[in-house]
């Protein structure tokens, strides 16, 4: 199973919106919409921020949404904010009870 | 509160194992699946498996096959994960997340563990 494809970095200004790309196969994102993205900031656990594609955790800021199409799912993050400098990871169903990350995005805020 | 929580810090020499624990509490501990997910330093996030309390069921990722158990006591509420034949490659954070999706698989991971460092070295 191959790790799902991410830009290596993403950047905005405060107030913009950024978006991150994930790009997998028909036997993950194009088939289940089963998919996750996480928040890591260095040394704590990792949050999860959106899962099934577009669905929001309670207690998470509604300027994180998803979606997906096709192989390729996006996280869009609007009204950038400093604290939102993080690893990025989306996650996919990929069939018999497995599960595949992404590589990673370094989302920067100039 | 939800909480899962990991054991300490683990140092191997290569070939050698290590068995890691993640104890659940806040909860009722057969309802969620456990997952490990580990970080080498300088990549990213890899998907481990993940095992059923309920039953103990498992699955692994394809990397890991043959290299990693996971079991757990329902008596204590944790769940242990066992990575044998360590090399250099194995040295890195390792926690244990649970999916959030009730007696299932696919809600996202909605808690974590602190982490573990596990550091293989001669």
């Known amino acids: 199973q191959s790790a799902l494809t991410q830009p290596a970095s993403v950047s905005g200004s405060p107030g913009q919106s950024i978006t991150i790309t994930c790009t997998g196969t028909s036997s993950d994102v194009g088939t289940y919409n089963f998919v996750s993205w996480y928040q890591h900031h260095p040394g704590k656990a990792p949050k999860l921020m959106t899962y099934e594609v577009n669905q929001g955790p309670s207690g998470v800021s509604n300027r994180f949404s998803g979606s997906k199409s096709g192989n390729t799912a996006s996280l869009t993050i609007s009204g950038l904010q400093a604290e939102d400098e993080a690893d990025y990871y989306c996650?996919?169903?990929?069939?018999?009870?497995?599960?595949?990350f992404g590589g990673g995005t370094k989302v920067t805020v100039l | 509160q939800v909480q899962l929580v990991q054991s300490g810090a683990e140092v191997k020499k290569p070939g050698a194992s290590v068995k890691l624990s993640c104890k659940a509490s806040g909860y009722t501990f057969t309802t969620y699946y456990i997952n490990w997910v580990r970080q080498v330093p300088g990549q990213g996030l890899e998907w481990m498996g993940l095992?059923?309390?309920?039953?103990?069921?498992?699955s692994y990722a394809q990397n890991f096959q043959g290299r990693v158990t996971m079991t757990r006591d329902t008596s204590t509420s944790t769940v242990y994960m066992e990575l044998i034949s360590l090399s250099a490659e194995d040295t890195a954070m390792y926690y244990c997340?649970?999916?959030?999706?009730?007696?299932?698989?696919?809600?996202?991971?909605?808690?974590w563990g602190q982490g573990t460092l596990v550091t293989v070295s001669s």
């Open positions: 095992i059923n309390p309920t039953g103990g069921a498992t």
């Open positions: 996650c996919s169903y990929a069939g018999r009870s497995t599960w595949v």
């Open positions: 997340a649970r999916d959030s999706r009730p007696t299932g698989i696919g809600d996202g991971f909605d808690y």
